[in-house]
């Protein structure tokens, strides 16, 4: 098993800055990628982020060149930048890891971007 928390979000005007954050603990060795979700009020839950064992990043078309995904091997942690925010970056954010067939969810951060 995988605990994962995710904190960081709040609210903010449009333009600025906030960074999440998914510290995993238990059973992190099987752990393959780890990444950021978001699902906004109506809408399916979509990929926004993912980093993968290797170091390879993926990012979603809405969110490059404005998102950064990083992580602390150290700490067990998984950070995601977010600068230029929009309100259409408006929703709740969720830390997800994946690994042995299994997907692990935090319990989600509210990121709301007022214009």
């Known amino acids: 098993q995988v605990q994962l928390v995710d904190s960081g979000g709040g609210l903010v005007q449009s333009g600025g800055s906030l960074r999440l954050s998914c510290a995993a603990s238990?059973?992190?060795?099987?752990?393959?990628?780890m990444g950021w979700y978001r699902q906004a009020p109506g809408k399916q839950r979509e990929l926004v982020a993912v980093?993968?064992?290797?170091?390879?990043?993926n990012y979603a078309d809405s969110v490059k060149g404005r998102f950064t995904i990083s992580r602390s091997n150290a700490k067990n942690t998984v950070y995601l930048q977010m600068n230029s925010l929009k309100p259409e970056d408006t929703a709740v954010y969720y830390c997800?890891?994946?690994?042995?067939?299994?997907?692990?969810w935090g319990q989600g951060t509210q990121v709301t971007v007022s214009s």
């Open positions: 238990g059973s992190i060795f099987s752990i393959n990628a």
């Open positions: 997800n890891a994946a690994g042995s067939g299994t997907y692990y």
């Open positions: 980093i993968r064992s290797g170091g390879s990043r």
